[in-house]
């Protein structure tokens, strides 16, 4: 990735979060009140409390279950796989584009004899993971409220024909073109894919069950957070749909923390559900786990003293 490149999606990015940003305030016609924002933490600082834990013990988790990503023959210091996730969310949350699973690989890799390229495919893996337990999720909300709540059943069958025949194009022009990739960037993508195939099948038990804490967390800091806003009321199945729709939304590759973009996403879910007053809630789901990943993330990307900003673009041009 060049410069120019950089800057590009550092201003798409922020256009992106801009508008949609202004876009959620406008809705909000004056409903978001700093005031009553301090007044639920102090009343629900409990809950608060209780979320940002569950959250540090998740990023815990997630660095035991990456540590069982990788082949059999290495080994990786837990605490470094912990660093590495929080300064990638720091990385996230701090600048326009989201390179915080680059910042994870580079960083692991500067921490180890392995590539930048093996440890990015092992971040794969885990978005893959990620997937599977989101998509495990979607399918019990549908079930619970139905095809029809979200319009899914009006949507013409000739546009799952159009997607189906799109994507056989691509699986065939991929095949087809991957030959004319260069030598380097196929040495790059065996080594993705070598990082991507690395689990250790004698722990898939663990990094299943892993894989469910983790969500089942998530979940439950949901739930936590509207507690501290009681006219809410909102159900456990309720906090499962805002995490799905969340966490679909929190995909799209913006930087900042998903700011903007997050709101307006889980604006339109609240709407679906029939809740009227969410605005300072929604500021406050966004921005409890923002404080707990940026504080943390900051103190461990300083503790590294060498790992700076400027070294991670300078890799970043090199082998992009």
């Given at each position: 990735?060049?410069q120019?490149?950089?800057?590009i999606?550092s201003i798409?990015s922020?256009?992106?979060a801009f508008?949609?940003?202004s876009?959620f305030?406008n809705?909000?016609?004056?409903d978001?009140n700093?005031?009553?924002i301090?007044?639920?933490?102090r009343?629900g600082?409990?809950?608060?409390?209780g979320a940002?834990i569950?959250?540090?013990?998740?990023?815990y988790?997630?660095?035991?279950?990456?540590?069982?990503?990788?082949q059999?023959?290495?080994?990786?210091?837990?605490?470094?796989?912990?660093?590495?996730q929080?300064?990638?969310?720091?990385?996230?949350?701090v600048i326009p584009?989201?390179l915080g699973?680059?910042?994870?690989?580079y960083?692991?890799?500067k921490?180890?004899d392995?590539k930048?390229?093996y440890?990015l495919?092992?971040?794969?893996?885990?978005?893959?993971?990620?997937?599977?337990?989101?998509?495990?999720?979607?399918?019990?909300?549908?079930?619970?409220?139905g095809?029809?709540?979200?319009?899914?059943?009006n949507t013409?069958?000739s546009v799952?024909i159009?997607?189906?025949?799109s994507?056989l194009?691509?699986?065939?022009l991929?095949?087809h073109?991957?030959?004319?990739i260069p030598?380097k960037?196929?040495n790059?993508?065996?080594?993705?894919w070598?990082?991507f195939?690395?689990i250790?099948l004698r722990?898939?038990?663990?990094v299943?069950?892993?894989s469910?804490f983790?969500w089942?967390?998530y979940w439950?800091?949901v739930?936590?957070i509207q507690l501290?806003?009681?006219?809410?009321?909102?159900?456990l199945?309720?906090?499962?749909?805002?995490l799905v729709?969340s966490s679909?939304?929190?995909?799209?590759?913006?930087?900042?923390?998903?700011i903007?973009?997050?709101?307006?996403?889980?604006e339109?879910?609240l709407i679906?559900l029939?809740?009227?007053e969410y605005?300072?809630?929604?500021?406050?789901l966004?921005l409890?786990?923002?404080?707990?990943?940026?504080?943390?993330?900051s103190?461990?990307?300083?503790?590294?003293?060498?790992?700076?900003?400027r070294?991670?673009y300078?890799?970043?041009?090199?082998?992009?």
């Amino acid at each position: 990735m060049n410069q120019k490149k950089l800057f590009i999606h550092s201003i798409i990015s922020l256009f992106i979060a801009f508008l949609c940003l202004s876009i959620f305030i406008n809705n909000a016609d004056g409903d978001i009140n700093i005031n009553s924002i301090l007044n639920h933490i102090r009343n629900g600082w409990l809950y608060f409390f209780g979320a940002s834990i569950l959250l540090i013990i998740s990023v815990y988790i997630r660095s035991l279950r990456w540590k069982y990503l990788f082949q059999s023959n290495t080994s990786y210091n837990t605490m470094d796989l912990f660093s590495g996730q929080l300064i990638g969310y720091f990385i996230n949350n701090v600048i326009p584009v989201r390179l915080g699973d680059f910042a994870k690989s580079y960083f692991i890799a500067k921490k180890t004899d392995n590539k930048t390229s093996y440890i990015l495919g092992s971040i794969i893996m885990e978005r893959f993971l990620d997937t599977v337990m989101l998509f495990i999720f979607m399918l019990f909300v549908i079930w619970h409220y139905g095809l029809d709540y979200f319009d899914v059943l009006n949507t013409p069958p000739s546009v799952y024909i159009l997607i189906f025949f799109s994507l056989l194009v691509f699986i065939y022009l991929a095949y087809h073109l991957s030959k004319l990739i260069p030598i380097k960037i196929q040495n790059i993508l065996r080594e993705i894919w070598a990082g991507f195939v690395g689990i250790n099948l004698r722990t898939l038990g663990f990094v299943i069950c892993s894989s469910i804490f983790i969500w089942c967390i998530y979940w439950m800091n949901v739930f936590l957070i509207q507690l501290a806003f009681p006219s809410l009321a909102l159900t456990l199945i309720d906090c499962l749909f805002i995490l799905v729709a969340s966490s679909f939304i929190q995909m799209i590759p913006t930087g900042f923390g998903a700011i903007g973009v997050f709101h307006l996403g889980v604006e339109s879910v609240l709407i679906q559900l029939g809740i009227t007053e969410y605005h300072n809630f929604l500021i406050m789901l966004w921005l409890y786990s923002y404080i707990i990943y940026t504080i943390l993330g900051s103190y461990y990307f300083i503790k590294e003293g060498k790992f700076t900003l400027r070294n991670l673009y300078t890799d970043l041009i090199k082998t992009h």
